[in-house]
């Protein structure tokens, strides 16, 4: 087998490997690049492979780095089955309609601004038409079950604890009488995460491709993230203000809902109303709603219903949320977009954070150059919506709210392989995280690689 990393090699997004088996071409994911312009802008090049030639798409879950130029492939010709469990395809289909959103957004801004200066005008990456094109191509398979895709193929997906529905794949692969077993962990979720199940521990593998996001930090205890929440809770309602909390849709709000709920059940937060105001994550909510098989054991047995409770208001429309920002009542408030790039949150700055009373919290990773890095960085003016805005409101962080295994749970996912594999590729990770991951791997006697993005490999 031949494979091309064209993403997520040295860098966290784009998740994207070219597989060639004989005459047969499949990716693992199809996704985003993200971040930093030097980065993003490759979304506009051309694949590094023909989509018309494509006959599979193995994604592991529904994030748009690993997930977001599916409807770009179909706009080429892409014309496979992409295969992946029930709760991804459902996550998909709303993450991608956004994503779709945006691109036909920020290519009608940067097309004024091109206009202005007598430049030709961009096409979005792909449209909602491209998405809905897509859809009907995406194929449902179950956790820990074993499909056979075609003669040389046979593929069995297994719980990344990650994101609703996120899986790590076993790709079982035949060639020339031999087959050989390469597993992909996708993103790995911490263990002991409310909501979803652990990371599954993988027995045995020929060839693994490790992911190494957090390949060089540890996280706090999750234990003491709802105490942090509750404190900053206490301090802001002290001072009669909003706690305002930039959040992702999928998974990072269920578990701030999860976790308000279970602080409210054990009468340790006051009756106070938490407003969930991002249509997207009231629509990821509903999936998780449907899936809740996939909830652990904790969450089936205390809560039927974990996003469901007393104060908890959804607020989809416009106009519930511009009463919001009207609103001088002291409450909590979910809103996206987590880097704050675009979304209501923007709205809620502008109402809200030049207001001492007020908090805003972050509970998720801050890209470099996005806006909410630069409030957590201390930026006291920032400029946004075409005005400027004082930062008064008091800013603060939770570090336990990553959906990311940091090094120590890598390692110990490594370690579930009974037999070394022969080799493990580093992926999905800042340089600096993945020869972090790599040298302690190492030290465990693992044989480990870091590639190149768009290096080509025989194995
Ligand atoms: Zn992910
Ligand atoms: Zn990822």
Same mark, same amino acid.
């Given at each position: 087998?031949?494979?091309?990393?064209?993403?997520?090699?040295?860098?966290?997004?784009?998740?994207?490997?070219?597989?060639?088996?004989?005459?047969?071409?499949?990716?693992?994911?199809?996704?985003?690049?993200?971040?930093?312009?030097?980065?993003?802008?490759?979304?506009?090049?051309?694949?590094?492979?023909?989509?018309?030639?494509?006959?599979?798409?193995?994604?592991?879950?529904?994030?748009?780095?690993?997930?977001?130029?599916?409807?770009?492939?179909?706009?080429?010709?892409?014309?496979?089955?992409?295969?992946?469990?029930?709760?991804?395809?459902?996550?998909?289909?709303?993450?991608?309609?956004?994503?779709?959103?945006?691109?036909?957004?920020?290519?009608?801004?940067?097309?004024?601004?091109?206009?202005?200066?007598?430049?030709?005008?961009?096409?979005?990456?792909?449209?909602?038409?491209?998405?809905?094109?897509?859809?009907?191509?995406?194929?449902?398979?179950?956790?820990?079950?074993?499909?056979?895709?075609?003669?040389?193929?046979?593929?069995?997906?297994?719980?990344?604890?990650?994101?609703?529905?996120?899986?790590?794949?076993?790709?079982?692969?035949?060639?020339?009488?031999?087959?050989?077993?390469?597993?992909?962990?996708?993103?790995?979720?911490?263990?002991?995460?409310?909501?979803?199940?652990?990371?599954?521990?993988?027995?045995?593998?020929?060839?693994?491709?490790?992911?190494?996001?957090?390949?060089?930090?540890?996280?706090?205890?999750?234990?003491?993230?709802?105490?942090?929440?509750?404190?900053?809770?206490?301090?802001?309602?002290?001072?009669?203000?909003?706690?305002?909390?930039?959040?992702?849709?999928?998974?990072?709000?269920?578990?701030?809902?999860?976790?308000?709920?279970?602080?409210?059940?054990?009468?340790?937060?006051?009756? !106070?109303? $938490?407003?969930?105001?991002?249509?997207?994550?009231? *629509?990821?909510?509903? &999936? /998780?709603?449907? %899936?809740? @098989?996939?909830?652990?054991?904790?969450?089936?047995?205390?809560?039927?219903?974990?996003?469901?409770?007393?104060?908890?208001?959804?607020?989809?429309?416009?106009?519930?949320?511009?009463?919001?920002?009207?609103?001088?009542?002291?409450?909590?408030?979910?809103?996206?977009?987590?880097?704050?790039?675009?979304?209501?949150?923007?709205?809620?700055?502008?109402?809200?954070?030049?207001?001492?009373?007020?908090?805003?919290?972050?509970?998720?990773?801050?890209?470099?150059?996005?806006?909410?890095?630069?409030?957590?960085?201390?930026?006291?003016?920032?400029?946004?919506?075409?005005?400027?805005?004082?930062?008064?409101?008091?800013?603060?962080?939770?570090?336990?709210?990553?959906?990311?295994?940091?090094?120590? !749970?890598? $390692?110990?996912?490594?370690?579930?392989?009974?037999? *070394?594999?022969?080799? &493990? /590729?580093?992926? %999905?990770? @800042?340089?600096?995280?993945?020869?972090?991951?790599?040298?302690?791997?190492?030290?465990?006697?693992?044989?480990?690689?870091?590639?190149?993005?768009?290096?080509?490999?025989?194995?």
């Amino acid at each position: 087998m031949k494979i091309k990393f064209c993403g997520a090699a040295k860098i966290v997004t784009g998740s994207c490997y070219l597989l060639t088996i004989g005459s047969t071409q499949a990716l693992v994911d199809c996704g985003m690049f993200q971040g930093r312009k030097e980065i993003t802008k490759l979304n506009y090049e051309p694949f590094q492979f023909d989509p018309k030639k494509i006959k599979y798409v193995f994604l592991t879950h529904a994030h748009i780095d690993h997930s977001g130029l599916i409807p770009k492939l179909k706009k080429y010709g892409f014309n496979g089955k992409i295969f992946t469990t029930p709760a991804t395809a459902d996550l998909c289909k709303i993450m991608l309609e956004d994503s779709a959103h945006i691109q036909e957004i920020d290519t009608e801004r940067e097309n004024r601004r091109r206009n202005r200066k007598g430049e030709s005008p961009r096409e979005p990456i792909y449209t909602q038409d491209d998405v809905k094109a897509v859809l009907p191509q995406f194929r449902k398979v179950h956790y820990d079950k074993t499909y056979k895709i075609d003669e040389n193929i046979k593929v069995r997906y297994r719980d990344a604890g990650h994101i609703l529905g996120s899986a790590i794949i076993e790709l079982y692969i035949s060639e020339k009488n031999k087959t050989k077993k390469y597993v992909f962990s996708g993103d790995l979720g911490q263990w002991d995460a409310p909501i979803i199940k652990d990371p599954t521990l993988i027995k045995t593998a020929d060839y693994v491709f490790i992911e190494s996001t957090y390949g060089d930090r540890l996280h706090e205890k999750i234990g003491s993230r709802d105490q942090l929440l509750k404190k900053y809770v206490q301090k802001t309602f002290k001072k009669n203000g909003k706690l305002i909390i930039p959040s992702f849709a999928i998974e990072r709000t269920q578990e701030l809902l999860y976790a308000f709920n279970k602080l409210i059940k054990s009468g340790e937060l006051p009756n !106070e109303k $938490i407003y969930l105001d991002s249509p997207l994550a009231i *629509k990821a909510t509903e &999936i /998780f709603k449907k %899936h809740s @098989e996939l909830f652990d054991q904790e969450t089936m047995n205390k809560y039927r219903n974990p996003f469901s409770f007393k104060n908890l208001v959804y607020t989809p429309t416009a106009q519930d949320s511009m009463k919001l920002n009207a609103s001088k009542e002291k409450s909590i408030i979910i809103a996206g977009s987590g880097m704050c790039t675009g979304g209501r949150i923007r709205h809620h700055f502008k109402h809200g954070i030049w207001d001492k009373k007020n908090t805003v919290l972050f509970v998720g990773y801050q890209a470099e150059g996005t806006l909410g890095r630069r409030i957590l960085e201390g930026e006291k003016n920032i400029r946004m919506m075409g005005q400027e805005v004082v930062v008064r409101a008091n800013i603060e962080k939770i570090n336990s709210f990553s959906a990311h295994a940091d090094y120590k !749970e890598l $390692i110990k996912w490594a370690e579930g392989f009974e037999n *070394k594999p022969k080799k &493990i /590729f580093i992926m %999905h990770g @800042e340089e600096r995280a993945a020869i972090s991951l790599k040298d302690k791997l190492e030290k465990k006697g693992f044989n480990c690689y870091i590639p190149e993005l768009n290096e080509n490999i025989k194995i």
